[in-house]
C-alpha cells in the first residue's frame, strides 16, 4: 500500500497545512487523516467536524447555496468578516454598496454576529452562501480556510469588535474569521464598533497600534449616540458609504498604487488651545487641504495616519485619523506616529498657548480690567521632526502660510524648519484660501521654486501626492 509522507510535500502545500492543523488544533498528521477520511466518506455524507449548531442548520437550508460565484473580469473580490455587534446589521447594506462598486462579495459572520443577522441574508444580498464555521467540514471541502483567505483581493472586518481586534493583534486562529485573518496575504481594512469605553482603553488602542504597525487600514470609529440609552462618544462604526470607499481605496487608482507599502504621516486642521474649559484660541483652518493630501496618499496606496485638529469635514476614507485638539497633542500623536517615509504637516498649528489655562471658567470681575493672557510658545512639529537624528521621515514637507512676500517667506521657514520642501500660499483674506475650497500654491524646494496653477484642494493634494510618489519611488502617481 501506498504512503504519504509530509516531508515530500511541496513547501507550499506543507505551509498550508501546517497552518491548518495549527488552526484546527491538531498535528499535521492527525489533519491529513481528517482530510482523507473526510474525502472519503464525500460532502454529502461527511458528518460534521463538531455538532451541528441551530445556525449551521438554517445555513444548510439556505437556497442561495452558489459556492463558486463567477467574478467578472475587472471586478475586485472583497471578503467581508462581519463581526458581533449591533452595527452588524449595517453591514448587509455594505454589502449592497460593495457591489454597486462592482466588487464581488462574500461573506464570513462570526459566531457573535450570527446573534445579531442570518447567514441567510447575507448570503442572499452578497449572491453566494455566507461561510460561518471553521470546523464544517463542507465548506472545509468547498473551499477551506485558506482558499477563503486568499481568493480575495482584500479583506474588510465590518464591525471589527474589540475582541476581533484583540484576536488580530494577538494572532489568534480559533475560528473561521480569525483563522482567515491568520492566513491572508492579502490587505485588510478594518471599521472598528464598539463602546467608547472599550475603544477609549489601553488594551484596545494597544492592539490598535499593533495592527497599524502589521498594515491594517481603518476607517472610523465615528463619534455619535450609541445603540445603549444615554452612551455617547467614539465607537460608532463608520457609514457603510465612507467603507466602501474606503476599501476602493484600498485598491487605488487602477492606474497603479504608487505609494504602497509607504507609511505617510498628514498634519491637518487647526489646534485649539484652551484658555479655560469653555474657551480657546483657534485660527481659521478648515482641514480640507490637510484631508485631501491624506485621502489622495491613501487612494496612492500609501497608509495614512492623518492628525488632525478639530475640524468639522468629514473623515478622509482609508486612512487612520488621530483626532486631537491642541498642538502639544498634536505633536505627541505625531511622534507615535513615526516611523513613517513622508511626513506632510499641513496643519495650521497654533504657535502660542496660554501658560497656564483656568480650571475654572474665568469670571469678569466688575469694574475691573480683564487679566491679561500670558501665552508661551507651543512646540515646533515641523522644526522638531525635521530636525531629528533618529526616525527623521527621508522626505518631511510644510506649509507656509503668509499673507506677504510669500516666496522669499517661504524660503526662509525651508531653512529655519530644516524641511525638504515647502508648499507656500497666500492666506491673505482677499484670496480666500483659508477655510476656502481653492488653492494656490508655490513648491519651493531647495532646487528652485514652482509656481502651480491655481485648482481646488483636492488637485493640490493629488499634484503633492504625484510628487512624493516620484520623490519615495521614482514613479509617477
Ligand atoms: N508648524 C508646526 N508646528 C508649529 C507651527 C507650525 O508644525 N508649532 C508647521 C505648520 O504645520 C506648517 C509650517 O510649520 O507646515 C509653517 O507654519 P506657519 O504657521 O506658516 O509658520 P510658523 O512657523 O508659524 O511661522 P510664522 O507664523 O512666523 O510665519
Redesign the pocket.
Same mark, same amino acid.
Given at each position: 500500500m501506498a504512503s504519504i509522507t509530509i516531508r515530500q510535500l511541496d513547501e507550499s502545500l506543507k505551509q498550508q497545512l501546517r497552518l491548518r492543523a495549527a488552526s484546527h488544533g491538531r498535528s499535521m498528521e492527525d489533519e491529513v487523516r481528517t482530510i482523507l477520511r473526510a474525502a472519503a466518506v464525500g460532502p454529502a455524507e461527511a458528518p460534521p467536524a463538531r455538532a451541528a449548531t441551530r445556525r449551521n442548520e438554517r445555513v444548510a437550508e439556505s437556497p442561495v447555496l452558489v459556492s463558486k460565484p463567477i467574478v467578472p473580469a475587472g471586478h475586485k473580490r472583497v471578503l467581508l468578516i462581519i463581526g458581533g455587534g449591533i452595527a452588524a446589521y449595517k453591514s448587509l447594506d455594505l454589502i449592497r454598496r460593495l457591489r454597486e462598486r462592482h466588487m464581488a462579495v462574500r461573506c464570513i459572520l462570526t459566531a457573535a454576529a450570527q446573534e445579531f443577522i442570518t447567514p441567510l441574508a447575507a448570503g442572499a444580498l452578497a449572491g453566494e452562501r455566507a461561510f460561518t464555521d471553521l470546523f464544517d467540514a463542507a465548506s472545509e471541502l468547498d473551499v477551506g480556510h485558506i482558499r477563503l483567505a486568499r481568493d480575495t483581493d482584500a479583506i474588510v472586518v465590518a464591525p471589527a469588535t474589540a475582541d476581533l481586534m484583540a484576536k488580530m493583534a494577538g494572532g489568534h486562529a480559533n475560528d473561521l474569521a480569525s483563522a482567515v485573518l491568520l492566513a491572508t496575504n492579502r490587505p485588510i481594512l478594518i471599521a472598528p464598533a464598539m463602546n467608547p469605553a472599550m475603544w477609549a482603553n489601553g488594551a484596545t488602542q494597544r492592539n490598535l497600534a499593533q495592527l497599524m504597525q502589521d498594515g491594517v487600514v481603518t476607517v472610523g470609529p465615528n463619534a455619535g449616540e450609541m445603540a445603549e440609552a444615554g452612551e455617547a462618544g467614539l465607537g460608532r462604526m463608520a457609514e457603510p458609504l465612507e467603507i466602501a470607499s474606503a476599501t476602493e481605496a484600498l485598491f487605488g487608482d487602477e492606474g497603479g498604487r504608487p505609494l504602497a507599502g509607504k507609511r505617510i504621516i498628514v498634519?491637518s486642521g487647526p489646534t485649539h488651545e484652551p484658555i479655560d474649559p469653555v474657551r480657546y484660541i483657534a485660527n481659521r483652518s478648515s482641514g480640507r487641504q490637510g484631508h485631501a493630501i491624506a485621502a489622495a496618499a491613501a487612494a496612492a496606496g500609501a497608509k495614512v495616519v492623518l492628525v488632525s485638529g478639530p475640524v468639522s469635514i468629514p473623515d478622509p476614507p482609508g486612512v487612520r485619523i488621530v483626532k486631537v485638539e491642541s @498642538?502639544r497633542a498634536m505633536f505627541e500623536a505625531v511622534e507615535t506616529a513615526l516611523p513613517a517615509d513622508c511626513a506632510v %504637516? /499641513? /496643519? /495650521?498649528?497654533a #504657535?502660542w498657548r496660554v501658560a497656564t489655562p483656568g480650571s475654572e471658567k474665568i469670571k469678569k470681575q466688575k469694574g475691573k480690567a480683564p487679566l491679561p493672557l500670558a501665552l508661551v510658545e507651543?512646540? #515646533?512639529?515641523?522644526a522638531t521632526i525635521s530636525h531629528r537624528k533618529v526616525k527623521r521621515p527621508p522626505l518631511v514637507v510644510? %506649509? @507656509? /502660510?503668509e499673507t506677504e512676500n510669500v516666496i522669499e517667506n517661504a524660503k526662509a +521657514?525651508l531653512v529655519r +524648519?530644516g524641511c525638504d520642501w515647502i508648499v507656500a500660499n497666500d492666506v491673505s483674506p482677499e484670496t480666500g484660501i483659508m477655510g476656502g475650497e481653492t488653492n494656490s500654491v508655490h513648491l519651493v524646494t531647495a532646487a528652485g521654486v514652482e509656481t502651480w496653477p491655481p485648482q481646488s484642494k483636492d488637485g493640490v493634494a493629488r499634484a503633492l501626492v504625484a510628487r512624493i510618489a516620484n520623490a519615495l519611488t521614482g514613479e509617477q502617481a
Open positions: 498634519t @498642538a %504637516f /499641513a /496643519a /495650521a498649528v #504657535d507651543n512646540p #515646533d512639529i515641523l510644510g %506649509f @507656509a /502660510a +521657514k +524648519k
